[in-house]
């Protein structure tokens, strides 16, 4: 099948490409021309006229629990993939922390059975540890074989120093990053950031150095062992600062943030809103600052959802009691265009780079070429469409999102990959 | 002129108006319950649920009684909420109780937020008797009724709260209600004990009990948590009695009049000296009776909005 989608402004900046009103020809899933169509290249194809919305390398979101096995009921590979590509992405990475954790090739193989055929490709991110006990370090030889793109205990750090170091040491003969959910045991446990709010609200706090200790301890370790090592969801003032400084000293770390991490404060928490609850919490004022610095200059390389599904019934109770995590995956590219793209933060190649390019390079995945031949992975943005966040709306089994009736400034319209096109709603083979 | 809000969650953001209001309506209900027949026709017909998660008879009781002296139904309610997962959902709790047509809801729960959390999922008036660290509005309405009580005023008064104010409810509300009373609010306790940023809340800190005594009309003077995580924060009991315990020694060194509270029971010759504790038994037991009239006027205040 022959599509072409006419009228756009294809944005590339690996393939070096910046054409406006220009015009895609996709042949059973590959690309044949980018550029002005004759009309015999137009002859007998389906035609979709997108009135210079934005063609751009499919973006990838590389942090994304999914749920399955162990909870289907909140999301599952077939559910969290519709809503990837709902969301505008062609391409996830999800985290082991499932039931069973996924730290054997056959988890690993599961996942990949219920993603095959999918619009969105599927990633697996291993446990670090066995069960991610922190105690011995997985399989790591085997499960890169079946496919893990690297190596995580996300949920919590990994346990002590020591068997971080080996993960480091281990992993580094695969090439994959170690990548921490940076949080010191002793001093986890609350359920919001530590200060002003915590103490009007009398929440138990999580305070920011707890974050901060275990940012720091990686890029110690990342630099002894030579391993390479990822902060996922970094949201503290501190460790971005810190991250920055580790690059500079030549370091191999790297590190993501989440939307809510650049959108949210803590004060939204006053109302006691559960489905403001989430791990790292929402921070202050300075750190959000910091961290928009952090993306401005380069010092956080991608962002990503951390998408964490949970059941109303589970989010519905005492603030204490609730379960940390939000859905992100469906709001993600409104909020980082809304608050990145419109306020000037970061131009729209920037955000390429955060959220298509730099995910899969960490990863080590091919990034999407838009040239002849290649397989067409892409994401359509509209830039300018002004929408109302609706949960009812979304994909995701989960509704929890504390961005429900939020106006945003831009989405993704639709997605190719993989034969297929999702569009207008739709799914179709092309 | 009634409140300004159907609920008492805590006394953050309460308008000086309202807690003038509650004050007053404690003397009148503090009149009736001075006489024989110790009950008033107020809120006959309404139903009011003493929704108690965590175990606190003392608070209950004075519920209990201040709605049955103003003549509503009370029914009790009690479970612990140490579970997470287990059994019925507090919502779902909330929706049968409400089933039953209940006008008002008093509750008591080890986790922050639970009443303004009640207010999303039903509709009778929810009246916060303690949540979590949070706040336990009653407890400092009826220490400020008690402080008033005693020098005829709030405003200018030197007030400061004793002991583990990170882990006490007592202590924000009365911090909340005190300031806007124009109070001038500060804190004492070991350092581990003061939660970050307290400041910002136009408090001072204190480190040394001796100054805190020097520089204060009252001392309001916390229970210090023997039983619970609170023990973690101070090395050990002995050390906390002789840094931060008011003794009789230290009262007459700093040898001036000074009003202490306690919400009560106290630990004897821990925050407070056996003989300290001793000499303050009158002015507890007028605080519990101070904390029915209270409770009675809020109960009244709010029940009469509907
Ligand atoms: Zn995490």
Known sequence: ????????????????????????????????????????????????????????????????????????????????????????????????????????????????????????????????????????????AELCEAGTVGFSDDGVAIKTAAILKRALEYSKMYDVPIIEHCEDESLAGGAMNEGFNSTLLGLPPIPSVAEDLIVMRGIIMAEYTKGKFHVAHISTKRSVKMVREAKEAGINVTAEVTPHHFTLTDDIIKTYDTNAKMNPPLREKKDVEEIIKGLKDGTIDCIASDHAPHADEEKEVEFEFAPNGIIGL??????????????????????????????RKI????????????????????????????????????????FDKRILTGRAVGVVNNNKMFYDNNFINI | MPLSNRHLLGLEGVPKEDIQLILDTTTTFREVLERPIKKVPTLQGNTVVNLFFENSTRTRISFELAEKRLSADAVNFSSSSSSVSKGETLKDTMRNIEAMKVDMVVVRHSAAGTPRFLTNICDSNIINAGDGIHEHPTQALLDMYSIREKFGKLEGLKVCIVGDVAHSRVALSNIFGLITMGAKVSVCGPSTMIPRNIEELGVDVIYDIDEAIQEN????????????????????????????????????????????????????????????ADGLHQIILQQVTNGVAVRMAVLYLLGTMN
């Open chain 1, 1 to 140: 099948m022959k599509i072409v989608l006419q009228n756009v402004n294809v944005v590339n900046p690996e393939s070096k490409i910046n054409e406006k009103k220009s015009s895609i020809l996709i042949e059973d899933g590959k690309i044949v021309k980018i550029g002005k169509l004759s009309s015999s290249e137009l002859n007998g194809t389906e035609e979709f006229n997108l009135s210079e919305k934005y063609v751009v390398p499919g973006f990838f979101d590389m942090h994304v629990h999914l749920r399955e096995p162990g909870r289907e009921d909140e999301e599952t590979v077939k559910t969290g993939c519709d809503s990837a590509a709902n969301g505008g992405f062609t391409g996830i990475a999800c985290m082991p922390n499932t039931e069973p954790a996924i730290d054997s090739a056959e988890v690993v193989s599961l996942i990949k059975k219920q993603a095959k055929g999918h619009l969105v490709d599927v990633k697996v991110i291993g446990a670090a540890t066995q069960g991610r006990k922190g105690e011995m370090i997985s399989p790591m």
């Open chain 1, 330 to 359: 469906e709001t993600q590219i409104g909020l980082t265009l809304t608050e990145l793209l419109q306020k000037k933060v970061l131009t729209l190649e920037e955000i390429i780079f955060k959220m298509s390019i730099n995910p």
């Open chain 1, 363 to 402: 990863l080590r995945i091919p990034t999407p070429k838009f040239e002849k031949g290649e397989i067409a992975n892409l994401t359509i943005l509209d830039l300018d469409e002004i929408w109302t966040v609706d949960i009812t709306k979304f994909k995701s089994k989960s509704k929890n999102s504390p």
């Open chain 2, 217 to 276: 009309d009252v001392l309001n003077v916390l229970r210090i948590q023997l039983e619970r995580k609170a023990r973690e924060y101070f090395p050990s009991i002995r050390e906390y009695a002789k840094y931060f315990g008011i003794t009789e020694e230290r009262l007459e060194k700093n040898g001036k009049d000074i009003v202490i509270l306690h919400p009560g029971p106290i630990n004897r010759g821990v925050e407070l000296s056996a003989a300290v």
